[in-house]
């Protein structure tokens, strides 16, 4: 059997069986009588037989070539899927995406960001998922995941970090709790008031410890919890003084007192991916959706 046909040979004998002539094919297929009749000509000595005969200035299909014709027409339809669906891969309108950030983060910020690029790729699969910032990192990095999101700064060698969102630490009390009516409040304010932190390891909460350590004031840490919300909820609760992320803490603090802690201790979250590997496409546009709607 000859060489494998190309589809422009699929398309030529396919053309012919609708119009009847090589020269309506060519109108069809946008191309000239000579190349189509090569074309068929092609596809005859790879099949081995005769595919038309002419009978009063038309071309007539054999019935091999009516027996072909079903299969021909599904090949040519699968390579336009196929076509159709590179085109919406490189337009990033198709795929899955897998995204890691602490649930905090999910339920705040990224919410309406992934609401709205949803709206705007509804082909896309989205699947989130909430981890502690170590397997966060180890997610990416291993690309177990696409992208992440990840309070900075980051120093994982196998990640890439970019800047999205900065914000600041605030204090969050209920209504009535007597440092309530301060405008910031500091170390020195919140010597005598239970704090609620959460864990250690988080390099927000390093900085914490240092502005106390610095002015000689004891933390007297009551609670320590691993989410803001939990935070929130305890402190609204008259439980203590909780220092959390203000972006964080605005969507669980309703009931709640909010006041700004000084030291400014700066908050910053930032876009991970694997450094291994470039940036798939569809994930390079959830990219700069999330700088859009978060710059």
């Known amino acids: 059997m000859a060489e494998t046909p190309s589809i422009k040979c699929l398309e030529a004998f396919h ?5 009847g002539s090589a020269t309506a094919a060519g109108k069809r297929l946008g191309t000239t009588q000579p190349a189509v009749s090569r074309l068929l000509s092609t596809f005859e000595e790879y099949v081995g037989f005769q595919l038309f005969y002419r009978e009063h200035g038309r071309l007539i299909p054999t019935d091999e070539a009516l027996a072909l014709q079903k299969e021909v027409e599904l090949t040519l339809s699968s390579v336009e899927r196929l076509g159709a669906l590179a085109t919406n891969i490189h337009h990033s309108n198709v795929g899955s995406l897998k ?67 900065a914000g600041r630490m605030v204090c969050v009390m209920a209504p009535d709790h007597p440092l309530a009516q301060r405008k910031i409040l500091k170390p020195k304010d919140l010597r005598d008031s239970p704090l609620i932190l959460l864990g250690k390891g ?5 900085q914490i410890e240092n502005a106390f350590r610095t002015e000689g004031i004891p933390m007297r840490v009551k609670i320590e919890t691993h989410t803001v919300a939990t935070a929130c909820a305890f402190a609204k609760r008259g ?10 803490a605005e969507q669980f603090a309703h009931g709640a007192h ?21 940036m798939s496409r569809l994930t390079e546009a959830f990219f700069e959706h999330c700088q859009r709607c978060l710059s």
């Open 239 to 248: 439980l203590g003084v909780a220092i959390v992320n203000g972006l964080l």
């Open 99 to 165: 995204i890691v950030a602490p649930v905090s983060f999910l339920s705040g910020p990224l919410a309406d960001v992934v609401a709205d690029f949803m709206r705007t790729h509804p082909n896309v699969r989205i699947s989130m998922d909430s981890r502690s910032p170590e397997s966060a990192r180890e997610l990416v990095a291993r690309r177990t995941v696409d992208c992440g999101f990840i309070q900075l700064p980051e120093h994982h060698p196998g990640l890439r970090a970019e800047s999205l969102l």
């Open 15 to 19: 053309a012919i069986l609708i119009t």
């Open 258 to 278: 909010i006041t700004n802690f000084s030291p400014k201790i700066s908050v910053e979250y930032g876009f991970i991916t694997s450094a291994h590997t470039p």
């Open 202 to 206: 988080r390099y927000s909460r390093g």
